[in-house]
């Protein structure tokens, strides 16, 4: 498994931006660019789910509740994927897990999480 470094995490306004940030400090460059790399929200009392990923080749997904306001990227010098959180409102609040996913199952790996908190 990849040791995955959360930060970017707090509270702000309805209305308000911050960006995630994913660190991946001790794995070699291959295995951070051959990763399929997600943020996941898991909000009180419900489940975690997806939110955008982006592909080894660079293909993004998002959810629809997030589209046009979230922006996940990758850099791979810096072994780092990042989520810019344009727009929040209230229902963007919750935990967010990066997570590395890998053809193997037992290799996937999910950071420790960071609290988002967007007050109306």
């Known amino acids: 498994q990849v040791h995955l470094v959360e930060s970017g995490g707090g509270l702000v306004q309805s209305g308000g931006s911050l960006r995630l940030s994913c660190r991946a400090p001790r794995a070699i460059l291959s295995t951070f660019s051959s990763a399929t790399k997600g943020w996941y929200r898991q909000a009180p009392g419900k489940e975690r789910d997806l939110v955008a990923s982006i592909g080894s080749g660079g293909v993004t997904n998002y959810a629809d509740s997030v589209k046009g306001r979230f922006t996940i990227s990758r850099d791979n010098s810096r072994k780092t994927v990042y989520l810019q959180m344009n727009n929040l409102n209230p229902d963007d609040t919750g935990a967010y897990y990066c997570?590395?996913?890998?053809?193997?199952?037992?290799?996937?790996?999910w950071g420790q999480g960071t609290q988002v908190t967007v007050s109306s």
């Open positions: 997570n590395f996913h890998f053809d193997d199952p037992a290799s996937n790996s």
